[in-house]
T-cell receptor, first 112, second 114 residues
Framework: GDSVTQMEGPVTLSEEAFLTINCTYT??????LFWYVQYPGEGLQLLLK?????DKGSNKGFEATYRKETTSFHLEKGSVQVSDSAVYFC???????????FGSGTRLLVRP | GAVVSQHPSWVICKSGTSVKIECRSL??????MFWYRQFPKQSLMLMAT?????????EQGVEKDKFLINHASLTLSTLTVTSAHPEDSSFYIC??????????FGQGTRLTVV
């Protein structure tokens, strides 16, 4: 069945470091891909998304490119801030019903 | 973005009792709501999909008689864990979608059954 695999955390970085969180997926069709972020004590928020191959989603300095050939959607940011500390979830959706399949989440801790 | 509120944020109950979790869309009409469950260090697993005014659609392996879902209005869905047992302890998260091309998530409810 469809699934999402993302790197285990926690990922600990110093402020202004480069961030990559890997995400790969398995799907029988052509899914949309998402990154959600969950700040402490809050619900999941959509960070960015891409709906077809080679699309790049971007928001708040984060980027991810839908790579069909490698079935990947890695999250990157050039310079992280302490305020980026959160749990990041990669997810895929197979239709417009917003039913999502999530990865296990990666906790990011950014130190000053 | 739109706001979805879950209540309570955490609850502790005795084994054998029932617990109700509410999910409200505060500033939009949610035609569809989803309930997820998350075990420690694991993915969010979809439990069921509910559309306002109709019966929920449960994912394979989810006991519909144990996890009762009601979506009686466009702003409220409830999940009732009936006769809860320690293995039901988990983090439950709802999401809601309306006219916009996005699902909005509640902050989650941590259930501990003792």
């Amino acid at each position: 069945g469809d699934s999402v695999t993302q790197m285990e955390g926690p990922v600990t970085l110093s402020e202004e470091a480069f961030l990559t969180i890997n995400c790969t997926y398995t799907a029988t069709g052509y899914p949309s891909l998402f990154w959600y972020v969950q700040y402490p004590g809050e619900g999941l928020q959509l960070l960015l998304k891409a709906t077809k191959a080679d699309d790049k989603g971007s928001n708040k300095g984060f980027e991810a490119t839908y790579r069909k050939e490698t079935t990947s959607f890695h999250l990157e940011k050039g310079s992280v801030q302490v305020s980026d500390s959160a749990v990041y979830f990669c997810a895929l959706g197979m239709d417009s019903s917003y039913k999502l399949i999530f990865g296990s989440g990666t906790r990011l801790l950014v130190r000053p | 973005g739109a706001v979805v509120s879950q209540h309570p944020s955490w609850v502790i109950c005795k084994s054998g009792t029932s617990v109700k979790i509410e999910c409200r869309s505060l500033d939009f009409q949610a035609t569809t709501m989803f309930w997820y469950r998350q075990f420690p260090k694991q993915s969010l697993m979809l439990m069921a999909t509910s559309n306002e005014g109709s019966k929920a659609t449960y994912e394979q392996g989810v006991e519909k008689d144990k996890f009762l879902i009601n979506h009686a209005s466009l702003t409220l869905s409830t999940l009732t864990v009936t006769s809860a047992h320690p293995e039901d302890s988990s983090f439950y998260i709802c999401s809601a979608s309306g006219d916009s091309a996005e699902a909005f998530f509640g902050q989650g409810t941590r259930l501990t059954v003792v």
